[in-house]
């Protein structure tokens, strides 16, 4: 069965993931895919579809943890430069959803064009930070989507306006589809002025997580009105570890991987901080990276 013959893109076999993910956890891919354009992607995904093979999208793989195990099916990443192009019409940008946020954020920034400075230093693709509604305080990258390009998983693309996609608190409808791009419409801003937002957004990151060692971001969702990293802190969880993780001593909804860490590791944790929080506030954390098992 060798189905992947034609493609014109790249593909690994057995492929760690530990070195494509943030928190650099987890086993490997049985195939790692990179299509070259949308016509290869469309192509293979009726071969996958034939054999039955499960398929995730990767993106910059800030917010999942991947199993001890490894995934006995297809990772794709849309990291050719054909899914990276970030371009401006009007007060719009179309971008690639390969493309890193981060040059997203820049270009828009050289364009003077405003409104997603808010997602400064958010280490994940255009794609990953739409398909969970990626945001900060009450701002998400959704509310900045004039429409998404996916394809389902038959090969059909589908181009997908405002009204027709639900963004929910780090969640939406797109989950179901491979996005493939998106065009926001932005505001029109002094380019100083703008890169001082970003600046400060920076700031504010710096100043409040924790980037000293391998982590994704916030494990739990925040529940209503409150957060996940004050209640997990006042548990008194800060510095409590499992193997080779640990609750970060800077903000308490963040988990490190100190050296070699485990899922299994993390899993463990995640586990005794939700009955932590549950037994003292009565509140049921509920996880906000994706487990790949
Ligand atoms: N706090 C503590 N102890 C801690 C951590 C936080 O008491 O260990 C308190 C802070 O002092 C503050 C409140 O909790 O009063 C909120 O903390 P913070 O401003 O750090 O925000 P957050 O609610 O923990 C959310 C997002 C972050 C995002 C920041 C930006 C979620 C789960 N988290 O964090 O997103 O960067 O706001 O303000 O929605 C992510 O999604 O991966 C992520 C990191």
Redesign the pocket.
């Known amino acids: 069965m060798n189905w992947w013959k034609d493609l014109r893109g790249k593909i690994r076999f057995n492929e760690p993931l530990k070195n494509k993910t943030t928190f650099r956890i987890g086993g490997s891919a049985k195939f790692f895919i990179e299509p070259k354009d949308i016509d290869d992607l469309k192509h293979l995904l009726s071969s996958v579809k034939r054999y039955k093979i499960p398929t995730f999208v990767i993106g910059a793989g800030s917010n999942v943890l991947v199993s001890d195990k490894g995934i006995q099916g297809i990772v794709f990443r849309l990291n050719a430069p054909y899914f990276k192009k970030i371009l401006k019409y009007g007060s719009h940008i179309y971008a690639g959803s390969g493309s890193l946020l981060n040059q997203f954020i820049l270009k828009a920034a050289e364009f003077g064009l405003s409104g997603v400075e808010f997602l400064a230093g958010i280490p994940g693709t255009v794609g990953g930070a739409l398909c969970m509604n990626?945001g900060?305080?009450k701002k998400n990258i959704g509310d900045l989507v004039e429409k998404v390009t996916v394809m389902d998983y038959n090969g059909n693309i589908k181009v997908l306006g405002r009204d027709d996609i639900r963004f929910e608190y780090?969640k939406s409808s797109l989950g179901k589809f491979i996005i493939l791009s998106a065009d926001f419409k932005l505001a029109k801003k002094d380019k100083k002025e703008i890169k001082n937002n970003i600046t400060n957004y920076l700031k504010?990151?710096r100043d409040?997580?924790d980037s000293s060692l391998s982590n994704a971001?916030?494990v739990?969702?925040?529940p209503p009105g409150n957060?996940?990293?004050?209640l997990?802190?006042l548990c008194g969880l800060?510095g409590r570890g499992s193997g080779s993780a640990y609750v970060s001593l800077r903000?308490?909804?963040f988990i490190l991987n100190r050296k070699n860490a485990l899922a299994g590791d993390v899993l463990r944790l995640m586990s005794l901080i939700k009955k932590r929080v549950k037994r003292k506030f009565k509140v049921n954390l509920e996880p906000?990276i994706k487990i790949w098992r």
């Open positions: 990626a900060v305080g780090r504010y990151r409040t997580q971001g916030c739990f969702k925040n957060s996940a990293g004050r997990i802190d800060k903000h308490a909804n906000e």
